[in-house]
């Protein structure tokens, strides 16, 4: 059983921060990458950023200098650090794992349950 847990999702004023985290427990051998998607009210689900195994990064163009991921210290754990938040980015911002091999010998991607972030006044 693999799970991911995100947390540090909630409400900020525009211009604020916040930083989300998710780590990755379970029956893990390696993971791939890891990722950031978001889905708005109304919209698709959408990347918001992503980094590989090896630390290389990725990130949507409507975050592109305002929004950072990176690894934790703890093993398979991501952060993604979000300054000048609008109210665009408001969203239930999810966690992924992609690829990861388990106890199995198989591949498979996880979800997390998703965090809430709103950015109103």
């Known amino acids: 059983q693999v799970q991911l847990v995100e947390s540090g999702g909630g409400l900020v004023q525009p211009g604020g921060s916040l930083r989300l985290s998710c780590a990755a427990s379970?029956?893990?051998?390696?993971?791939?990458?890891m990722g950031w998607y978001r889905r708005a009210p109304g919209k698709e689900r959408e990347l918001v950023a992503g980094?590989?195994?090896?630390?290389?990064?990725n990130d949507a163009d409507s975050v592109s200098g305002r929004f950072t991921i990176s690894k934790g210290n703890a093993k398979n754990t991501v952060y993604l650090q979000m300054n000048s938040l609008t109210p665009e980015d408001t969203a239930v911002y999810y966690c992924?794992?992609?690829?990861?091999?388990?106890?199995?010998?198989?591949?498979?991607?996880?979800w997390g349950q998703g965090t809430q972030v709103t950015v109103s006044s």
């Open positions: 992924k794992a992609d690829r990861v091999l388990d106890s199995t010998g198989g591949t498979y991607d996880y």
């Open positions: 379970g029956s893990i051998f390696s993971i791939n990458a």
């Open positions: 980094i590989t195994a090896g630390g290389t990064t």
